[in-house]
């Protein structure tokens, strides 16, 4: 901050700091002894003030200084409110955080749940098959090492649409619910605090069903798992991160490599038995709703200011 010169009143001081203000110059003013002090802020703007202060010594009733003090009283309320917003959120993030994870996020919560409960069940003699035929994109017959089920959908077409999302809930092993229950509670986390529940459970649906619908055309009904939805939360998040930063999320480049080597690793052989399908469709909605929704915001915005 440094001194730029003086001014005879208060009334001259304070028009003067109005206009600077107007001009996005901050300055402060006092008083010494009959004298008015003209502080300004930014090192970088003492040139520029010293020439405003020349000038407005010159002719200190010129119209635009008189019309600058309007502005300065709008310029400052519009400070005011943008300060009391900034609050707002700060203590809204605050009891956020203090809230347990399933206040927070309670579609995430529900996700991880929902499978962790049909796991322990299927690990019954009582309830693995029925299960299976319940959540299963379609019933089916076992007999041997053969499946037989009908290739029509004729479940779904009777109006038991579930069948479209509710394969996400099987899971055939501990490595297998507990990569997929990590990573839900990381990506779906952050995308239900960021963007509400309603978004995320709208997501979950638009990446689960074309991924579900992929496996099966290629390789059948039996499959299951939360990865190709994890794969979709992640390409959406991931395309966030590179083509939109105003949305604050971020992918860190091991994340990448991991999940992106892993998807490869997968559809190798290296794993076994994979639903590679369901990865590769999940990833590929993701990306798409990632992009699509980075357009159509910067759309409007050109909209709005064109």
Same mark, same amino acid.
Request: aromatic letters at 14%.
């Given at each position: 901050m440094r001194k730029i010169g003086t001014l005879?009143?208060?009334? /001259? *001081? @304070?028009?003067?700091e109005d206009?600077?203000?107007t001009e996005e110059i901050g300055a402060n003013i006092d008083t010494s002894g009959d004298e008015w002090n003209i502080w300004i802020l930014?090192?970088?703007?003492?040139? /520029? *003030? @010293?020439?405003?202060?020349?000038?407005?010594?010159?002719d200190p009733g010129a119209e635009k200084y008189q019309a600058a003090t309007r502005q300065a009283e709008a310029i400052r309320d519009e400070r005011i409110a943008q300060a009391r917003a900034a609050v707002?959120?700060?203590?809204?993030?605050?009891?956020?955080w203090n809230q347990p994870f399933t206040s927070r996020c309670p579609v995430t919560s529900l996700l991880i749940g929902v499978s962790v409960v049909v796991f322990l069940l299927m690990q019954t003699n009582d309830y693995n098959i029925p299960i299976r035929q319940a959540l299963s994109i379609c019933s089916f017959e076992v007999s041997g090492d053969?499946?037989?089920?009908?290739t029509r959908l004729l479940d779904i077409q009777k109006g038991e649409l579930w069948r479209l999302v509710s394969p996400i809930f099987l899971h055939f092993g501990p490595l297998h619910i507990l990569f997929n229950c990590i990573?839900?509670?990381?990506?779906g986390g952050a995308i239900e605090i960021n963007r509400g529940s309603l978004k995320l459970a709208a997501m979950v649906i638009l990446i689960a069903v074309p991924s579900n619908l992929?496996?099966?055309?290629f390789s059948g009904p039996m499959f299951g798992g939360l990865s190709g939805v994890v794969y979709g939360l992640f390409g959406y998040m991931w395309m966030k991160s590179l083509y939109d930063p105003q949305s604050s999320f971020f992918i860190p480049p091991n994340m990448v490599i991991i999940l992106i080597g892993w998807f490869f690793l997968c559809i190798a052989g290296v794993v076994g038995n994979v639903?590679?399908?369901?990865?590769?469709?999940?990833?590929g909605t993701g990306i798409v709703i990632g992009l699509a929704s980075t357009w159509w915001r910067e759309a409007g915005k050109s909209n709005r200011t064109g």
């Open positions: 005879p009143s208060e009334q /001259q *001081a @304070k028009l003067f206009f600077l203000l930014d090192e970088d703007q003492v040139e /520029q *003030a @010293k020439q405003e202060l020349a000038a407005f010594t010159d707002k959120r700060q203590v809204k993030v605050r009891d956020t053969m499946v037989r089920y009908d990573m839900t509670y990381q990506l992929a496996q099966y055309w639903a590679n399908y369901a990865h590769g469709f999940g990833l």
